[in-house]
């Protein structure tokens, strides 16, 4: 799922929608919390042997900034890792699309169906959502037996590599062709295996809990080392540096597994039917879905 | 559309054109005019609450560096990959050109038409702008039918696919040389594929999100803690950093969607005529059209 | 073996068995201890000579954080490379799967018992452990021989590469699908040779050494650095610290040889449970094993 | 041109046409100078208002490193994708003059002068020189053909194809060698297009206007900040701190555009020479050119 | 030569061998005595003008730190695409000795010959020693011709070519085959003129000079700024800091040219015994050479 920004400055600035702040406002209200006790307990620091002050903080602070910037381009790589790999369904589905109208016209609505009965079936198992409908609407009365297996992508595949195999044994295609058709199926079996992968393999979880735990107490700590410098300022500068930090740990787990349905996710659904509208017009198909737009919260899907 | 630097060093250093100063000089004068306000203030500090030390705009400012460190490198990476692409279309453009040339001379022609039409048509959708003049100067009046598609490069890929079906069609090419071929012509999908990938999908928007808000925020703040220190200096040290920090920020989310119209955006335009000048000499054609050259302000569009 | 996190974020910040914590638990006491003993000392440190301020350990400690960045991403990497292998395992397999059904399904069975052979001994070779049983379950009698080779994994590819060749000597494949296939049969080899350039090849010695060396003098010493300026809060923020540090540290070596049955160790069993699947499936046999989950401590080998 | 280092390490430490001294010293001098202005004038430092110090100088300094490194990374990645070229050609050449002995030896020769004949035209292409006298040494009159075009290294390439499309016509070749050898010219396409590539596009203009400026900037301000703790000592920190940070910008600049003469470019003649070599040593040839040293200065074209 | 660590953390820690100690305890040596001579200064410091603060020091460590991580991920990616490259040699021999041994199983240790020949060839060309008697040991009177060219690798890779045409000539194998395992010996190209470009480029020059001319003067005058704040405990911290940036700079240098017999260069001793074991199990050879062991010291050429 998707936000797309506003478009005028102003409103970016304040946006809501597409920011993190939902997911992080009540930790960065603890944080408010934090300094106002910090303010509150100064004049008995003395008393309460609290002795913090910035020095080391700032050591810790930009230590944990070297190390979320590292687990940023780990999380990020992968949200652009999984977005290459349905670009690459969209450009196999379109070669194998075009190869099965050049070679064999008769038959590239079978292909057709096949392939996005493919596609499909990968969004629902990246989403574990219910593919009945979307399989039943391109494979018919093939789909009970497609949904029937623990990996329905993978056997949408075979039926499409059995068709291919059907067509060399009557005679239709080479070997030669076969073969230079069959390497493009091989690129659905990488995109499918690519996400699988992505799917079943997050980050190390120890290092996301290592983050997690040391961007907490460090916010939880800065108030009481802010506070001899800053007093009133505390909870200002507090919150500021807490959100900076929140923000991008939150928005780095969120990218972690792309396939889902919080912000910043990849818009399965857009990219199901943009492939759909792609193979359908390359078969001269008249009443093409409509192009995917962002809903009035420039949101996407 | 880039921008060509002034070959004097000591013109370079005051470029005006080529840098991002146009697009942030409101934003430092606006800095400019909080360093005043805080040299005024300073006197009433006391009374008015205000205790800001450098020490944690420091480790802001390192942290706010790596993480701007980290948006640079992934922004500046779609550039590379956006300009990687159209090097990859003038590879294959000479390669698929080079081999119709090779094995059916008398219809390197309408390879070059087709060729160029995709070309033109995949910088119209990129840059949303009218195809139909350059695809009229090379399909005539396929031209309308072109248009009419929602994806109009990938109708016109479709066309050189059947252009290739329809010889191996009439035993002019073996289903060896087909293949051969039709794996180029697999290149040129990829280079659409990827090009659409980059323009569909930006960054996630709450990361620029993340980086404006705290950047801006720190810059407004900066004069406060940096006046206790520096007094009238303040104004220089505040503007230079909030320069350093602007323009980074800026300048990852100018090359972020790199096909625009934007200072420092592809030179969209030259590298078409680029790979005319290179199809058509191969042809032997003698009115080839000029190399492109940056305009008197250095820009190339 | 991959601890799969607890779903509630409370449960997840105190997790134990996900985290770093029970490799380290023993060096973060040695290091209160320190921080307990720099407390004690601190009324006689004129007398001892000792003056040690955070300044130098700021240098230091940013310094080192860098080179930890540095170590992680390339611990990191081999890990995600290890995974990349056996995801590419997966899709070759099916890959030569389907093949063989679309073009011999009589001889599928053979096949599939020699990917998954081939895959075992891949894992038991990894892992060091005993592949007899698994070999002996698709291979029979042919085990004994296999078990005797140095490298059996290989020795199995050349089992199947010999089938193919078999196949083509009968008049069963043409030269193209046979290039075809053996080219897929190239995907095993370079698993193989992949996975084993890790297990064989680890980060340079000195590179971790060097870390370690400076990550436990920098904790060691850090207490004594911190005492003047924190005094009673030394323990907290020394033990802070140093978690950081050393938590990075020991998950950088954990992932670096990432065959193993340590924490946050890819977990082959599962994997080749999985391959077993996948390929039988394609096979409609009925009978397949369950897929792996976690158990009770979320752990998966 | 290359600069081979001085083997003894007292050497180096001392060796100037290596570094990048030659290209800083003047700025160097510049900054010298500033710093003996800056001690001159620290007793007036209160009547002319200077208060500078070197808290937001840190956190300046060490943003400008972190993009430093940044620039340098991507300048750096040029230079190696630049050299990945040429070692791509020099591959590319010995496998096509290989096959051509191992398929039609008599024809080698012709081979390995249209080779040789693009290796040059390449290097004087992206060095901008004049390539007719190596062109004539390889063509003979065929040059003044070549000379004439706009992308003679594209033309020479369409020879080599248009020589093996002939032997393919007169069926020394079989389509599928005929392919498999246009896949090896597909590799100069690829050498050819992403040298373009590299020289037509430099980093954008702003990145490197960015750095300059507030490098520049920087240092000449330094001296002022350091002033009030050194004193005497400004001069020797001052331009230590402006040496690294100067070569830095300096060596980025320099491997931007690695094809040029000036120092650490690539040494094109030399890299042109092995090709040649390597080729004509398959031919057996006797009088082969003598391997290429570096001149006495340590400096290799 | 590559150490094995020994098992227990305690020698680990203490190793020497294994560490850059022995190349850098002179340099550190020298340290201790500059920060001894700093000590001892300190009372005529005022008399002598010295006013070194740590705060210009913090600032160009945490830069150098910066560009030390730079360099060591350039270094370090050498060393992997190195091993890389003697990964895929491992591979590409293991494919062509299986597709011979699948093709014509006569040749198969002809084949064999020719590529371990290959590989020792390559070894000692990279290492600069005498490969007469390995080339002797595989291909007997052959050895003499070989060892007159300039690329003798090179040279062995054509009489493979030249025996797989032979093949072709003699109608053994058809011209889909021939191009099927000619791709493969191309592998051997890729491995060859890669390793080739990493022996004859280093990086260059001056980022090397750079880095050390900055580490030694920043590691020498560190002392002299560390010892107003820190009296006695000076050398302990000076010392402690210029391992941490030596050991880097050295290790850096190391890992540059990885080819050598230093330690923690790639061991190709043992990388060719490992292919001459894998290719003389597939002929089912029965006295193969024993697997590679680190000796007493933990080293493995």
Tied chains: 1, 2, 3, 4, 5.
């Excluded at 044994?169 to 062709?177: A, F």
């Excluded at 909870?235 to 923000?247: K, M």
């Excluded at 928005?251 to 759909?276: Q, R, S, V, W, Y």
Aim: aromatic content about 10%; proline content about 6%; glycine content about 4%.
């Amino acid at each position: 799922m998707i936000i797309r920004p506003p478009s005028h400055w102003f409103l970016r600035l304040f946006a809501w929608h597409g920011s993190v702040l939902p997911g992080i406002w009540f930790r960065l209200m603890l944080n408010l919390l934090m300094s106002l006790i910090a303010i509150m307990c100064l004049d008995w620091y003395e008393t309460l042997g609290i002795k913090l002050t910035l020095a080391p903080f700032s050591l810790l602070g930009v230590s944990i900034a070297v190390f979320l910037g590292f687990r940023n381009s780990v999380c990020f790589g992968r949200y652009i890792e999984a977005r290459m790999f349905w670009g690459n369904l969209l450009i196999a589905c379109r070669t194998l699309q075009r190869q099965a109208l050049a070679i064999s016209p008769a038959d590239a609505p079978r292909v057709t169906a096949l392939l996005l009965a493919f596609c499909y079936s990968l969004k629902h198992q990246l989403r574990h959502s219910d593919a009945r409908a979307d399989l039943q609407r391109y494979l018919g009365d093939e789909a009970e037996d497609v949904l029937k297996r623990r990996s329905p992508a993978n056997y949408i595949e075979l039926q499409l590599s059995q068709w291919l195999a059907e067509q060399r044994r009557r005679g239709n295609l080479s070997d030669i062709l076969y073969a230079h058709m069959d390497s493009n199926i091989h690129q659905l079996s990488q995109v499918l295996g690519g996400c699988e992968r992505l799917a079943s393999m997050p980050v190390p979880f120890a290092y996301g809990l290592l983050l997690h735990r040391t961007v907490y107490l460090f916010c939880t700590l800065l108030p009481f080392a802010l506070v001899p410098d800053l007093h009133y300022m505390t909870p200002l500068v507090s919150v500021f540096i807490s959100y900076t930090f929140l923000s991008l740990d939150t928005l780095a787990e969120e990218l972690e597994m792309p396939f889902g349905l919080a912000k910043n996710h990849l818009p399965l659904d857009a990219l199901c039917t943009t492939i759909e509208i792609n193979l359908r017009e390359m078969n001269l198909e008249q009443d093409l879905p409509d192009t995917p737009r962002p809903d009035s919260c420039y949101r996407l899907t």
